[in-house]
């Protein structure tokens, strides 16, 4: 599943992401990498997607959370 297809307040786990290049890279930087811990704070009605992931809040948007691919974890 994708990041995009998450569900509010549950917790996943990073398994991929499928995209090249600067954002990439800039994610990375940010620590997301595969095996990190993610919960799905709300999504905005344009497809903004805002989480939580190592202690602080992000917001990406719908063309970038559909290439993070995602497993799910614990529910909190």
């Given at each position: 599943m994708t990041l995009e297809q998450a569900?509010?307040?549950?917790?996943?786990?990073?398994?991929?992401?499928?995209?090249?290049?600067?954002?990439?890279?800039?994610?990375e930087a940010l620590g997301m990498i595969p095996g990190t811990k993610i919960i799905v704070l709300n999504r905005k009605k344009n497809g903004t997607l805002i989480y939580k992931m190592r202690g602080t809040r992000y917001a990406v948007g719908k063309g970038i959370a559909k290439n993070i691919e995602i497993q799910e974890g614990e529910e909190q």
């Open positions: 569900g509010i307040q549950k917790e996943y786990e990073i398994s991929r992401i499928l995209m090249d290049g600067g954002t990439r890279r800039r994610l």
